[in-house]
């Protein structure tokens, strides 16, 4: 055969049904809206709201998961079956309340809710794909998408405390806390054929637990600056949808421990000067100061090479934004 005939065969091969079956479009619905009210009262400031959020994939998934390609010989038909629309409403509610002149407590709660990407939940989640799916190899075709999820929510509780320290200064405590459920994970369904096959699902789920406390000058002539340091505790059984089938095509356990999620940052510092004058300059100096976020090293564990899901951390980070600005008259 003349010189890359044979690869030009193989890649039209790779390229053809069933293994790739071609572009799907899809036309997913998403829609919100939100209303906010704010109630001002002698000794009270309360203010609610309310975010309404639709989703629609307007998609379908097969409606028997163990044939999900319908290449089961004998089997009962898969046929296909609309996903449903998910509606959800989040409560948010603010209070602060003072305790005397120069003290105040605040408390808020909230309820958030997130869709999965878009292509992520599209990938394939018409599983036609599955159609020479072989019980000794369960990757071939990656992990499936799911249309038919519900978004990942997120409840979040935090109290604070104000105090004025002096004339000029004043701190506030704040102690959050994150439940975190639905979080888009891997679940494995098993073919009649004994076969499995991952696709995504709401599965994982975790929590935050932090403090907070801020330090604010306020501005005496033109300098004014303003401190505040967070220590946060963020844990959960997974922070990658794909880690689940990760591990179990690596031989271990697919549902880890909970471990730190790899956004989890023990350390936060953040200090801002300024320097300002109205209409002639401003000089502001804003300094970070956070610890690493946790990765997986590779180490050595009893008698072989073994994965320690973030186990390490990177290195404490430092940011210095520097910024002048200079007001100039000319041309009138």
Same mark, same amino acid.
């Given at each position: ?54 989703? =629609? ?48 407590? +605040?408390?808020?709660?909230? +309820? ?10 599209? $990938? ?7 159609? &020479?799916?072989?019980?000794?190899? /369960? ?62 699902? $709401? ?13 604010? +000058? ?21 922070? =990658? ?25 023990? +350390?936060?510092? $953040?200090?801002?000067?300024?320097? &300002? ?16 976020? /946790? ?19 990177? /290195? ?17």
């Amino acid at each position: 055969l003349p010189d890359g005939t044979r690869e030009n065969v193989l890649t039209r091969h790779v390229n053809e049904p069933p293994d790739f079956p071609g572009v799907s479009v899809y036309h997913p619905l998403m829609a919100a809206a939100y209303a906010q009210d704010q109630m001002e009262f002698p000794d009270l400031t309360v203010r609610a709201g309310l975010r309404f959020e639709l989703f =629609d994939a307007r998609s379908s998934l097969p409606s028997d998961l163990a044939n999900p390609a319908n290449s089961i010989q004998g089997a009962p038909e898969s046929l296909p079956q609309s996903t449903t629309a998910k509606f959800s409403v989040s409560p948010r509610l603010g209070v602060a309340y003072p305790i005397e002149d120069k003290a105040a407590i +605040h408390f808020s709660y909230g +309820h958030f809710r997130q869709f999965p990407a878009i292509g992520t939940m599209f $990938n394939n989640s018409d599983y036609d794909i599955l159609v &020479n799916l072989q019980a000794s190899d /369960p990757f071939r075709f990656g992990v499936l998408g799911n249309p038919d999820v519900k978004p990942e929510k997120t409840v979040q509780y935090e109290i604070g405390y104000k105090h004025e320290l002096t004339d000029d200064l004043g701190a506030d405590l704040t102690i959050f806390y994150k439940d975190i459920r639905d979080l888009l994970g891997v679940e494995f369904v098993r073919t009649y054929t004994g076969a499995d096959y991952p696709r995504l699902t $709401n599965i994982d789920f975790g929590n935050v637990f932090g403090i907070t406390l801020a330090l604010d +000058h306020r501005q005496i002539g033109p300098a004014s600056i303003a401190l505040d340091y967070t220590w946060q505790q963020a844990l959960g059984n997974s922070s =990658d949808p794909q880690e689940t089938a990760n591990r179990a095509d690596a031989g271990e356990d697919p549902r880890p421990r909970q471990v730190p999620f790899n956004w989890d940052q023990k +350390h936060t510092l $953040n200090m801002t000067v300024a320097i &300002n004058k109205p209409e002639s300059y401003s000089l502001s100096a804003v300094l970070k100061v956070a610890s690493g976020q /946790p990765y997986t090293p590779v180490l050595e564990e009893g008698f072989g090479t073994g994965l320690v899901t973030y186990s390490g951390r990177k /290195p404490t980070g430092t940011l210095v934004d520097l910024r002048a600005e200079k007001t100039l008259r000319g041309l009138g």
